[in-house]
């Protein structure tokens, strides 16, 4: 584990455990959420104990962690392999979250399901941010901060929730959209469709639950329950679309191609930076090889710096 796995592990760990002692306290009692069997279409099963009584709708909390494990970063450095792993662990945690609502059918175990779904929209519009305009710190801590803030609407009024939930899947949809048009091409396109169709999935099947409950085919696998397959592939598609280009640096008429994560001497070679989220794309030259054999194909003028010290 290198250590922006430790940093991002340390920051889940530390919001969630605040998330958690918050919770615990009693401070959000009032906040109106749906608790009881009977606000799900998938029939409970009498005969199973309380983690399983509705099997599907608790099974699929397995995709979360899996998909966590799958994209927990095992190569790569700088601030998109934190951005990773914190996605990574952010999946990893919220399946246990949710399947201990359907557990429990609790009040506070479903307080704490419905905030910690916003920090980790949050997550993917700042994944996206940084694609287009580099990591910043502060910025992210800042987003992170409000998105928790936010859950005050749902104290504030009966549906305000469903206000911060909808403010934060617009919001990645936008972010989405502007690396898609920045940084994509003609494949992100493609994986960037099928992040929105799931986002609209996830949406749309949620709210129809009791609706479609009314077929056969929707009476186990509910519409809840396939919302939340769309949920997995969310997380599935986030850090697939787009993707992130190499880029062009220069310095003392000497030009290079790097990715997000390569560490470059600094100007005036007194320390190293992160390059993250440069302007230019760049390509080598014929004959190229090391980094003075190879050139860039925008102007020297257009390049930004964006550093993050090691």
């Known amino acids: 584990m290198g250590p922006e796995d430790r940093a991002a592990l340390l920051h889940v760990s530390g919001a ?5 002692a918050v919770v615990a306290a009693g401070a959000l009692d009032s906040v109106a959420v749906e608790v009881g069997y009977g606000h799900y279409a998938e029939p409970p099963v009498p005969w199973l104990p309380p983690a399983l009584a509705m099997p599907c709708n608790s099974l699929v909390n397995l995709g979360y962690m899996a998909l966590g494990w799958r994209w927990f970063p095992r190569a790569g450095h700088g601030p998109s392999r934190y951005l990773q792993a914190t996605f990574a662990l952010l ?48 910025r992210a801590a800042l987003a992170v901060g409000a998105s928790l803030l936010s859950y005050g609407l749902a104290l504030a009024h009966a549906r305000g929730f469903e206000l911060a939930l909808a403010t934060h899947v617009a919001g990645v949809a936008a972010a989405a959209w502007r690396a898609q048009r920045r940084r994509g091409d003609a494949a992100s396109a493609w994986t960037a469709a099928a992040g929105f169709a799931a986002c609209l999935g996830f949406v749309l099947l949620k709210l129809g639950d ?30 697939l679309a787009p993707p992130t280009p190499s880029k062009g640096v220069c310095r003392d008429d000497v030009c290079t191609c790097v990715t997000d994560g390569d560490a470059v001497w600094g100007r005036g070679g007194r320390r190293r930076e992160q390059v993250l989220g440069l302007s230019s794309g760049c390509s080598p030259r014929a004959g190229g090889g090391n980094a003075a054999g190879r050139g860039l194909t925008g102007q020297a003028a257009s390049w930004q710096w964006v550093g993050v010290p090691l």
């Open 91 to 138: 999946a990893l945690a919220y399946g246990p979250v949710q399947w201990a609502r359907l557990w429990t059918q609790r009040p506070r175990a479903a307080v704490l399901d419905q905030w910690v779904t916003l920090p980790i929209f949050a997550w993917a519009g700042l994944w996206f941010h940084s694609l287009v305009r580099g990591w910043q710190a502060g």
């Open 16 to 20: 969630g455990a605040l998330c958690l």
């Open 210 to 239: 009791a609706g479609l409950a009314r077929w056969a085919p929707f009476r186990r696998l509910s519409g809840h329950f396939w919302s939340k397959v769309c949920d997995v592939l969310q997380f599935h598609w986030a850090p």
